[in-house]
């Protein structure tokens, strides 16, 4: 056969197999709504609730010194834009409420000898009390209230600091943690999604009766891998989509890179994930060990992804671990293409290694599919 | 008075959903009386499992009135479905469960206290024959066990109705005999209620009371001696003369539906009714032969009461003509040869040591008791599995390892109708279609082609999982024909269809192999290895014999013997034999 | 009475046998919570620790060196020092680096002119670290300060942290708590979605239906199994993190057993109304899958903090039963019987369980097709 009919017939074998997989997604009104409604909501939902910005610090004030200087300080701090006052304690007693109950993110102690000290010449401790509980916000909460304290002393003692700190943040002048969290939502969501519904899908046709079939026909592994990678790349694509516009347009999030390169970063990323989700059904008999292993592969590798916790501060060997994952390059290359608008060729650190976890399970897979029957 | 366990009167079902209504039953009445057996028989689509699962409880009525055991089956499920037994078509056997952890769930449920148990299970195990196994999973047991031990979990207490559901799909002649065995067995010892509902007319011959139902009518109620009776005097049968296939001259036959109403090789002749007794018969006046009458029997009223309910004019294709004695199979040229084939699994042989050719144009059948190795073999030829031994080619390449145009000389049809339920039937064929590879216009007019040589034509747009058993073997069959095979797998493509469907689906392939198809296939129906050029009898991966139905029959001395009877013999004997040499 | 309990035996052990047969699950119920913890005690910490920053010491005056020598020997910094911006601009670009520190030329003479200014220029793709590092320097150049006044004889305000229920605000212990959440709902909800599905698929249901089973004897046999499963997930995860990492347990133990069995019922109640109401495999796997995981993750509280969102997400969060379930848990291991709050959490919670398992008792109907 020469090589024309032969590229011919292979193009009309992917051609059917993709458009009989995009049926077999999308064709079921359930399977359209349970795939396409879910990350609507969730984008607005996890676009509000991953931020580690303080918008509105609520706090309780004992102030047990009850000089003009303490009471300066509190109005300072009232007068600080986001910074609630919900509570005015009377003693040490009464501070366990309002973080007991998550009334007060911080409970801010001024002691008797607050200004006793500073008149002697001595470093004056004022207390912030915070809820270890939620780590982050007591963390930031101190740090905040640091600052708006010392900015006080220096108003009060009437000069400028000798060492002023201009800081600049490249990228994100603002710090606003919603930026940051914006694009690793996006990585998240569409890895948990491509590489469950790559799983699924041989497992679905095994369970049918169907995969048989479609070995027996003249198609090859590769028709059908790229047929069962083409439709979680889709949803992939479309989620990704549907996650972008949320954060550009609604979040306001800025996105200074090329469209054309975060989308060729979402397709190699999407066919890494397809091909980790392909590998696992391979191996899978039914349904139910497809979701249990896809799982026990997801849960892990969301978290050591860097989305939440820098993937730097992991002990060495987990960071060798993660040179497996494809969401830690994608989330790589998706922040620095929004924020710092990485070009192309400069995102090679994240091509590569997505591109070879993408052919590695993507031939493994293909692989499986013939060896493992029965 | 006659006491009844069922009566249902202008029983109306009506299913409304988004794919549209269908109307399965349209006002039937039945009944079946207490202590009796009482047989539901009909083409696919008829309606008969919507009228069990009505029985059970297991979906309300639209209409009418359903009492069972004196309830009503809506208010009354739960106490019905506490006192009666139902076996549905595919036994929901839990398969990582083993055969005493399946039938001691059942007994559980159903409160056999452990004394009457022992004595109850040793019965049910010895007369299904799985006592030597009671410690294997059930998804590891071949389909005929399956379906003793779904009927043995049924059974674990003397039900005031049994409710079987096809019992025998896809189960070989041997083990159906044996459940026929036990089912009349405890219906003697117990007088069980039974109601049945079967595609093997005799089966139904062994009722007392037959219903037949067809398009959700009833067509007939009676004994199956009245149902016999309505084919009185016109049923005959012929000798083919030398050279003619017994299938060719069955589908000319067939192919006369002024006179003929149906035909059916069988025990070395060809038996057919004739729609008007006397007159003259073209097909026989070509070869000048001269019919014998026969008694009619039971699958012969039921025939003609299909016959004359069915639009003919839709459900008869044009087809080539079958007035010439086609060429025989060419010797020379081999389609598929097997050498000296062994499979195993870890210990267990599946096959051993088998050689075979099939020709060009062949009928090839490949007969044996379930889990004698067919299946097997029939996935090491398409190239599914690898052979742990021998040597095999498929149309002169081992598929295997052959490159994609090998296996685009090849359609398979699976036991299990490989269709994607949650698409069309356009759009099953399209995709098959497709992966063959087939240019679009080609494509379009080979969909539109065997869309009418099957019959599917005004079913596009269903979903494939939707279609009655029936119509799925003819989608799954449209789709291997799609690119014109030149060779054909059909593992059990009739099992589960009604006799209308077989013969429908005989014909087609009398069909292609007068055009040249090779064609292999492996059946639980005897009776059909008639339609064959040669078969082969497998039992524990071992080859017994092969050869043509007349070759046989003078081999074993048995001339007009029902093939039924004979695979059975040879089975036995083999076993007997193997048992004879174990000791 | 004995009828139903013979019949839920029967049930149960049958449940239990595929459990043990196809293993995947027990592999779930095992593997996870390890899995969970281990990452959580050795990889996952919100605090970040020798961030890697460019010192441009454009002033090579001891001042300057001194103004900067909180970088050196600290947990937090790895300082590099260089001399030009461009190296150091480099540095970053070659993402050698997360921030730069730059000391102008003039620094030490503005310095006694008292208005000397350095320069932080921070990588803002990581924002969370870039965050961290100011906050570490402006602490850094503070304490500098403060000690510079001191000599001098001026007091200043200090602020003393005191944070409470985690003593050494260790993101390991934080994070604790959460895991027992995630590790429940993850068991609890996407191993029972699955499994009546399953059965209607595969039409072993239609058997079952005719005989006298009830639809509360499928229900209970289908949540012991897994109930068990699920509390081998949690006892796993409470042992190692108690033994491994120390968490401590502040609160009652009894507390944390009763709520953690009130909020199991909840997700495998929730499961089984997915399978139920799907039917199918798929979409069970996808749902289950769509309503753990993530929203574990980002609306109960266990990384972010809803406080500081929009009302409404408060209210979403507040709709979702695991953020009753992370706060009980949270104050119980980290501060403590904080009873009122325990009270009405689980108060709550009880509703949920008692409601989700209600719903798929309703639903479960003997019925096919």
């Known amino acids: ?374 | 008075m006659t006491e009844w366990v069922v009566q249902a009167e202008k029983l109306d079902k009506l299913f409304d959903d988004k794919q549209g209504k269908t109307h399965a039953l349209k006002g039937i009445d039945f009944r079946a009386e207490k202590g009796k057996m009482t047989a539901l028989i009909g083409p696919d689509g008829a309606g008969k499992t919507t009228t069990m699962r009505l029985i059970c409880g297991l979906m309300d009525p639209t209409g009418g009135s359903l009492q069972v055991l004196g309830l009503d089956s809506v208010a009354g499920a739960e106490e019905i479905q506490s006192r009666i037994s139902y076996m549905p078509q595919k036994f929901g056997l839990y398969e990582d469960l083993t055969i005493q952890e399946n039938l001691n769930l059942y007994a559980d449920l159903h409160g056999i206290p452990q004394d009457t148990r022992k004595g109850r299970f040793a019965k049910l195990l010895d007369m299904t024959g799985l006592a030597p196994f009671t410690g294997r999973l059930a998804g590891k047991l071949s389909g005929g066990m399956k379906q003793k031990l779904g009927l043995a979990c049924t059974l674990v207490r003397s039900p005031d109705l049994l409710i079987l559901d096809e019992p025998t799909v896809g189960v070989d002649p041997l083990s159906r005999d044996e459940l026929w065995i036990i089912i009349k067995q405890m219906v003697r010892e117990e007088n069980l209620s039974v109601i049945v509902c079967t595609a093997y007319m005799n089966e139904a011959a062994m009722c007392d009371h037959v219903y037949v139902l067809n398009l959700g009518q009833m067509l007939f109620e009676g004994t199956p001696q009245e149902l016999s009776q309505v084919a009185a005097g016109k049923c005959f049968e012929v000798d083919p003369p030398e050279e003619l296939p017994y299938r060719v001259l069955q589908g000319s036959l067939l192919d006369d539906t002024e006179q003929i109403i149906d035909a059916v090789p069988e025990s070395g002749t060809v038996r057919y009714i004739a729609a008007r007794p006397g007159e003259p018969i073209p097909t026989l006046e070509r070869w000048s032969l001269t019919p014998r009458a026969v008694d009619p029997r039971l699958e012969d009223g039921f025939m003609i009461l299909l016959h004359q309910a069915a639009d003919l004019e839709k459900t008869r294709i044009p087809l080539a003509p079958l007035d010439k004695i086609p060429p025989r199979p060419a010797q020379n040229e081999v389609s598929i040869e097997v050498k000296d084939l062994v499979k195993k699994f870890g210990d267990f042989t599946a096959v051993s040591h088998t050689s075979f050719q099939v020709h060009k144009g062949e009928v090839f059948g490949l007969l044996g008791p379930n889990g004698a190795g067919k299946t097997t073999t029939f996935r090491m030829l398409c190239g599914l599995i690898p052979a742990t031994g021998g040597k095999l080619s498929v149309a002169g390449e081992n598929l295997r390892t052959a490159r994609t145009e090998a296996r685009a000389k090849i359609g398979y049809v699976s036991q299990k109708f490989a269709l994607y339920t949650k698409l069309s039937v356009l759009e099953n064929l399209q995709f098959y279609g497709g992966m063959y590879g087939l240019p679009r216009k080609k494509l379009q007019e080979r969909i539109r082609t065997v869309l009418e040589e099957f019959q599917l034509t005004g079913t596009e747009s269903h979903n494939a999982g939707d279609l009655p058993g029936g119509y799925k073997q003819r989608l799954s069959m449209a789709c291997a024909l799609l690119q014109e095979p030149e060779i054909l797998f059909l593992d059990e493509p009739t099992s589960g269809i009604d006799p209308l469907a077989r013969r429908m689906f005989w014909r087609e392939i009398t069909d292609l192999s007068c055009k040249g198809t090779t064609i292999i296939i492996t059946t639980h129906f005897m009776e059909e290895s008639e339609y064959c050029d040669r078969i082969m009898i497998q039992d524990h991966g071992k080859m017994l014999i092969i050869g043509s139905t007349d070759e046989i029959r003078e081999k074993l001395h048995k001339p007009g013997a029902n093939m039924d009877a004979m695979f059975i013999d040879i089975v036995n004997q083999s076993r007997a034999r193997g048992e004879g040499a174990a000791q | 009475m004995k009828d139903f309990f013979r019949r839920l035996k029967a049930l149960t052990h049958k449940e239990f046998l595929e459990l043990i047969r196809d293993r995947s699950s027990l592999l779930m119920g095992i593997l996870m919570p390890m899995m969970l913890v281990f990452i959580n005690g050795y990889g996952v910490s919100l605090d970040v620790y020798h961030s890697r920053v460019t010192v441009v010491m454009e002033d090579m005056s001891p001042t300057a060196h001194d103004v900067v020598s909180f970088l050196d020997g600290s947990e937090y910094f790895d300082p590099v020092y260089v001399t030009s911006m461009k190296a150091a601009v480099d540095r970053m670009n070659r993402r050698e680096t997360e921030a730069i520190l730059r000391v102008p030329p003039d620094f030490s003479s503005r310095l006694h002119q008292g208005d000397a200014q350095l320069q932080l220029l921070l990588s803002g793709i990581d924002t969370t670290t870039a965050m961290s590092i100011q906050g570490y320097v402006e602490s850094g150049l503070a304490a500098w300060e403060t000690r510079q006044l001191n000599a001098r004889g001026i007091g200043m305000v200090s602020v003393e942290s005191r944070i409470w229920y985690n003593d050494a605000n260790s993101s390991t212990w934080y994070f604790m708590p959460g895991l027992i959440m995630l590790t429940i709902t993850i068991i609890g909800v996407l191993l029972t979605a699955v499994i009546m599905a399953r059965e209607y698929e595969r039409g072993t249901f239609e058997s079952l239906f005719v005989t006298p089973v009830r639809p509360m004897e499928l229900i209970l046999s289908k949540i012991i199994p897994y109930f068990g499963i699920a509390c081998i997930g949690v006892a796993i995860c409470f042992f190692l993190s108690r033994h491994l990492f120390h968490v401590p347990v502040h609160g009652s133990l009894w507390m944390i057993v009763i709520l953690s069995v009130i909020y199991l019922f909840a997700a495998l109640g929730a499961g089984l109304i997915i399978s139920v109401y799907t039917k199918s495999q798929f979409l069970a796997c996808q749902i289950g899958l769509t309503v753990t995981m993530m929203p574990c993750l980002m609306l109960s509280g266990y990384v972010f903090d809803l406080r500081s969102t929009p009302q409404i997400v408060q209210w979403v969060g507040q709709i979702l039963p695991f953020s009753h379930y992370l706060i009980c848990l949270k104050s119980l291991f980290l501060a403590g019987n904080i009873w009122n709050l325990t009270l009405e959490n689980g108060a709550l919670l009880s509703l949920y369980a008692l409601g989700f398992v209600g719903i798929a008792f309703s639903i479960t109907r003997k019925k096919v097709g």
């Not at chain 1, 009919?5 to 399977?31: A, H, N, S």
């Not at chain 1, 005015?88 to 409970?107: C, F, H, Q, S, Y």
């Not at chain 1, 690793?184 to 699924?200: D, R």
Request: overall charge neutral; charged content about 15%.
């Open chain 1, 1 to 374: 056969m020469d090589l024309g009919k032969w590229k011919e017939i292979f193009c009309r074998q992917v051609w059917y197999m993709c458009w009989k997989e995009m049926l077999g997604t999308f064709k079921d009104p359930r399977f359209r709504r349970v795939l396409l409604i879910p990350p609507i909501l969730m984008g607005f939902l996890f676009g509000y609730a991953a931020n580690f910005n303080l918008e509105n610090i609520t706090y309780a004030l004992l102030d047990k010194s009850h000089t003009k200087a303490s009471v300066s300080l509190a109005a300072h701090l009232d007068g600080t834009d986001f910074y609630h006052r919900v509570a005015t304690l009377r003693n040490e007693g009464e501070i366990a409420d309002p973080i007991n109950t998550e009334k007060a993110m911080l409970v801010v102690v001024i002691p008797e000898d607050f200004v006793d000290k500073l008149e002697q010449g001595q470093n004056s401790p004022v207390q912030l009390i915070t809820d270890g509980r939620y780590t982050m916000t007591s963390s930031l909460a101190t740090a905040y209230t640091s600052r708006i304290i010392s900015e006080w002393m220096l108003e009060q003692a009437g000069r400028e600091p000798p060492i002023s700190l201009q800081v600049r943040t490249w990228f994100n002048p603002n710090q606003l943690t919603r930026w940051f969290f914006s694009p690793g939502i996006l990585g998240i969501m569409c890895f948990i999604q491509v590489v469950l519904l790559s799983g699924l899908s041989v497992a679905r046709e095994r369970e049918e009766g169907t995969f048989e079939q479609l070995l027996v026909t003249p198609a090859s592994p590769v028709v059908i891998l790229i047929g069962k990678a083409f439709a979680p790349v889709v949803v992939g694509l479309i989620e990704g989509t549907t996650l972008l516009l949320i954060g550009t347009l609604w979040f306001q999030v800025p996105f200074t890179g090329n469209l054309l390169t975060l989308y060729f970063a979402m397709l190699l990323f999407f066919l890494a994930s397809a091909g980790v989700g392909l590998a696992i059904s391979a191996n899978c008999q039914n349904m139910q060990q497809v979701q249990v292993y896809t799982s026990l592969y997801l849960v892990p590798n969301g978290i050591l992804s860097g989305l939440f916790t820098p993937i730097r501060n992991m002990p060495e060997a987990l960071q060798v671990l993660t040179y497996a994952n494809p969401l830690r390059f994608a989330l790589d290359a998706f922040r620095r293409i929004y924020f710092q608008g990485t070009g192309f060729w400069s995102l090679g650190y994240d091509f590569f290694p997505m591109l070879i976890i993408a052919l590695a399970t993507l031939s493994f897979a293909g692989y499986q599919f013939r060896h493992n029957l029965n």
